[in-house]
């Protein structure tokens, strides 16, 4: 079902698989995949999280091949519900799994953004 003329639905994609689609020898797999699913349906998105921590360090070649990708995407700005969804989801992993009370806080702020 396609959404109507008011409504988009988006794909959240992560900095893996912006790093893949920067990747000489991934990239036309990667576009061509994603060119299915979005087709009529999806529109392509990324979290400002993901945003910065793909020119996090970057040389400027680098940075610059990014930005000018990204700036195609739909950016999900960080909203107050997010950032305490993920400090909660936080609390929730170390309270009940120990074992992804490692998860950075970065993932967990991309996790809530989904």
């Given at each position: 079902m396609s959404p109507s003329n008011k409504e988009q639905e988006y794909l959240l994609l992560d900095s893996c698989m912006i790093e893949y689609l920067l990747?000489?020898?991934m990239h036309d797999a990667i576009s061509q995949q994603l060119d299915l699913w979005y087709s009529d349906?999806?529109?392509p998105a990324?979290?400002?999280?993901?945003?910065?921590?793909l020119i996090d360090g970057a040389k400027p070649e680098k940075e610059a091949r990014v930005i000018k990708l990204l700036d195609n995407f739909y950016g999900f700005q960080l909203q107050k519900r997010v950032v305490k969804?993920?400090?909660?989801?936080g609390s929730l992993y170390k309270?009940?799994?120990?074992?992804?009370?490692?998860i950075c806080l970065a993932d967990k702020l991309i996790a809530m953004t989904s």
């Open positions: 990747n000489d020898y349906i999806f529109k990324i979290s400002e999280v993901s945003y910065s921590e969804g993920a400090g909660i989801l309270e009940y799994s120990p074992d992804l009370g490692n």
